[in-house]
């Protein structure tokens, strides 16, 4: 069965360092995601990538905060100084079906830890 | 802003019961909802979508929608120490893009 797949599956980063992670969406899908979810909290969008561009982002995602899609197969979300606040769960997600009514499959998830 | 509310629980049935979780949601024009269950340090697994005022079916799942109150429930019947994990309420939201905006989630125990 088709998978969204993410590396690095655990990355510890010192404050102030910038992080790469990785995602490979579900080969067919073209609707892209990030979503984070801090321990204990809800999972919260971060932004959503459409043909090659980003289609929409959250308050969260700021400045710091980039994705790309260098390869027509990677999806990767970067943050460029890390902060300790930005320790959580990264999940990428791809949509699947239409897209008013799609559904949104999961990677395993990139846990950060910054110090 | 646009909200999905779910009680965080816990919620604690004994094995073979039925559990009933639910979520209210704020945006009328919400078309696609959805129940993800979120084992600890694991991803949101889907579950049930629905997108349709009235029940769904699957297997143990059923899914319920009612539009005019802006309110959707999932039941578990003969629960499982396995189904223990947060189940999480989601809703599209149209804004720029379609996007799932999620509730925090009921945490459920089953007991043996």
């Known amino acids: 069965e088709p998978e969204v797949t993410q590396t690095p599956s655990h990355q510890v980063t010192q404050m102030g360092q910038e992080v790469i992670l990785r995602c490979v969406p579900i080969?067919?899908?073209?609707?892209f995601y990030w979503y984070r979810q801090i321990l204990g909290q809800k999972v919260e969008f971060l932004v959503s990538?459409?043909?090659?561009?980003?289609?929409?982002k959250s308050e969260i995602f700021d400045d710091q905060f980039s994705v790309e899609r260098p390869d027509g197969s990677n999806f990767t979300l970067k943050i460029r100084s890390t902060k300790l606040e930005d320790s959580a769960m990264y999940f990428c997600?791809?949509?699947?079906?239409?897209?008013?009514?799609?559904?949104?499959?999961f990677g395993e998830g990139s846990r950060l830890t910054v110090l | 802003q646009k909200e999905v509310e779910q009680n965080s629980g816990p919620l604690s049935v004994p094995e073979g019961a039925i559990a009933s979780l639910n979520c209210t949601y704020s945006d009328r024009g919400s078309q696609s909802f959805f129940w993800y269950r979120q084992y600890s340090g694991k991803s949101p697994e889907l579950i049930m979508s629905i997108y349709s005022n009235g029940d769904k079916e699957d297997g143990r799942f059923t899914a319920q929608l009612n539009k005019a109150s802006q309110y959707v429930s999932l039941l578990i019947r003969d629960s499982q120490p396995s189904d223990s994990a947060t189940y999480l309420c989601?809703?599209?939201?149209?804004?720029?893009?379609?996007?799932?905006?999620f509730g925090s989630g009921t945490r459920l125990l089953v007991r043996p």
């Open positions: 997600a791809s949509l699947t079906g239409p897209m008013n009514t799609g559904e949104l499959f």
């Open positions: 989601a809703v599209n939201m149209m804004d720029s893009s379609y996007k799932l905006i």
């Open positions: 080969s067919n899908h073209l609707y």
């Open positions: 990538f459409y043909n090659n561009e980003i289609s929409e």
